[in-house]
């Protein structure tokens, strides 16, 4: 298969994102993801048991799975190499996860017996998981907003990726964040930034 052209976004473009999901109802999720380098499943699929704001990390050990055939079903299942990680985050990521569950607090008092208490961390406002055609749409929106509407939500893991390497950490790290099988992989992938660095 052909590896489609890495297309992570610059500081610039990052920028305008941060700026056009202000205020946005996914913006506790297009943050995270674009600050730990989730996957999409992995972000949809993360819960609040996962989440240690006391240490600043994040175990990533499953993700959210639309059923194939099915109509609009979902599962969980393992992560894509069956390995769990743990991320360490930033206090800017987990401030902004704070953010979210206190939304999730408001919604909850606001909706009574109508919110479900999914466990999800990224929720619609009546507690229930979001579907990956509803981020899709909402991500899709803001890309075209700030004109560039090639971008997609999956760009938002390699932006993580090459900050990271750009900003020093080794390919191990690396590796470790994104949940890579091996650090060979990674470097497959992103070896053409260490390049650019040199």
Same mark, same amino acid.
């Given at each position: 298969?052909?590896?489609?052209?890495?297309?992570?976004?610059?500081?610039?473009?990052?920028?305008?994102?941060?700026?056009?999901?202000?205020?946005?109802?996914?913006?506790?999720?297009?943050?995270?993801?674009?600050?730990?380098?989730?996957?999409?499943?992995?972000?949809?699929?993360?819960?609040?048991? #996962?989440?240690?704001?006391?240490?600043?990390? *994040?175990?990533?050990?499953?993700?959210?799975?639309? *059923?194939?055939?099915?109509?609009?079903?979902?599962?969980?299942?393992?992560?894509?190499?069956?390995?769990?990680?743990? *991320?360490? *985050?930033?206090?800017?990521?987990?401030?902004?996860?704070?953010?979210?569950?206190?939304?999730?607090?408001?919604?909850?008092?606001?909706?009574?017996? #109508?919110?479900?208490?999914?466990?999800?961390?990224?929720?619609?406002?009546?507690?229930?998981?979001?579907?990956?055609?509803?981020?899709?749409?909402?991500?899709?929106?803001?890309?075209?907003?700030?004109?560039?509407?090639?971008?997609?939500?999956?760009?938002?893991?390699?932006?993580?990726?090459?900050?990271?390497?750009?900003?020093?950490?080794?390919?191990?790290?690396?590796?470790?964040?994104?949940?890579?099988?091996?650090?060979?992989?990674?470097?497959?992938?992103?070896?053409?930034?260490?390049?650019?660095?040199?």
């Amino acid at each position: 298969a052909v590896r489609r052209e890495l297309a992570p976004m610059d500081e610039d473009m990052i920028t305008a994102f941060l700026k056009a999901i202000q205020g946005h109802q996914l913006e506790g999720l297009f943050t995270v993801t674009l600050f730990t380098g989730m996957r999409e499943g992995e972000a949809l699929g993360l819960l609040w048991d #996962c989440v240690d704001l006391t240490k600043g990390t *994040i175990t990533v050990d499953k993700q959210l799975q639309l *059923i194939r055939g099915s109509k609009g079903q979902y599962q969980m299942v393992p992560t894509k190499n069956s390995k769990g990680r743990t *991320i360490s *985050i930033a206090p800017s990521v987990a401030a902004t996860l704070r953010r979210v569950k206190h939304k999730q607090m408001e919604n909850r008092l606001r909706y009574g017996e #109508c919110w479900e208490d999914s466990g999800f961390v990224f929720t619609d406002d009546l507690g229930h998981h979001l579907s990956a055609s509803t981020v899709y749409k909402s991500f899709k929106k803001v890309m075209q907003e700030i004109g560039s509407p090639e971008t997609r939500f999956h760009d938002l893991r390699h932006s993580y990726a090459v900050a990271s390497i750009k900003s020093g950490a080794d390919i191990k790290t690396a590796q470790e964040n994104l949940g890579h099988a091996t650090a060979a992989f990674t470097l497959d992938v992103y070896g053409h930034v260490t390049e650019q660095m040199k």
